[in-house]
């Protein structure tokens, strides 16, 4: 393919990419899926090198395009669960770190690299732990129990921050209103320029009134809600919509911000 016609395929992309978004019977398709799709747990059905990871394949290749285009030095998760989310992630920052070997001509020197994922937890359950530790690329992965939003993890997250280059955060933990604004507050002023953060489950708001029966959060009180208030007074990011708009079925709705300065 030249220069031209990749040019204009790319063009196309964005073109289609925009329609689609402005297709609200499509969009509408999107949510109608994960609504659908929830009570049979269709998230809990898939695995990153081996481990189970609770997330749609769509948002499983939108952070495989982040993580690709961004090339961060450090990845900071909240919640691990199962760690499936954790691997998938070290499995790119060690694709990215042999991409650098071979550009550079150099050996690859596995453990040699900074580029790393730090997973928060208030509960690592033992059996998961040790899973992950046992894992090949546990050599790229750092955990702290704890809770996401208690002052003294906190303080441990933006000090292991501290020299990192391009910092991309991801919050997937207690989906309440209160507790993601509490994190937004704590970590999204870690991303670096250009890079963003993440904010899972704001799909949460657009579920029906009845589908957490069982949780604390739902329709008016999730992060979804948490995102837009703190957007509010928080202008250096805005909502990247073109990544919903071409994934079209996501967990993540107005979720994917970005910093823009």
């Not at 280059?165 to 870690?190: F, G, I, K, M, Q």
């Amino acid at each position: 393919m030249t220069d031209d016609m990749l040019a204009r395929f790319e063009a196309e992309r964005v073109q289609d990419i925009a329609a689609q978004g402005a297709d609200a019977k499509l969009k509408k398709m999107g949510v109608d899926f994960v609504v659908q799709t929830a009570p049979h747990k269709y998230t809990y059905n898939f695995k990153a090198l081996g481990r189970p990871i609770i997330q749609l394949p769509q948002d499983m290749v939108a952070m495989q395009e982040l993580i690709w285009q961004l090339r961060p030095d450090l990845i900071i998760e909240t919640g691990i669960a199962h760690g499936g989310s954790l691997i998938m992630s070290a499995s790119m920052l060690a694709l990215l770190d042999y991409c650098d070997a071979v550009e550079q001509g150099v050996p690859l020197d596995p453990k040699a690299s900074k580029r790393k994922v730090l997973g928060l937890d208030i509960d690592i359950r033992e059996h998961n732990r040790a899973a992950i530790e046992a894992h090949p690329l546990a050599h790229k992965i750092e955990m702290i129990q704890g809770s996401s939003i208690d002052p003294q993890i906190i303080a441990q997250v933006h000090a292991r921050a501290q020299g990192c280059e391009r910092v991309l955060v991801c919050l997937d933990s207690n989906h309440t209103h209160a507790h993601v604004l509490a994190e937004l507050e704590a970590y999204a002023p870690l991303t670096t320029l250009g890079s963003y953060c993440v904010v899972f489950d704001t799909v949460v708001e657009d579920m029906p009134a009845d589908a957490f029966p069982d949780r604390p959060w739902g329709v008016g009180d999730n992060p979804k809600t948490a995102v837009h208030q703190w957007l509010k007074n928080n202008p250096g990011f805005q909502i990247d919509h073109t990544i919903e708009n071409k994934l079209l079925i996501t967990v993540a709705p107005d979720g994917y911000l970005k910093r823009i300065a």
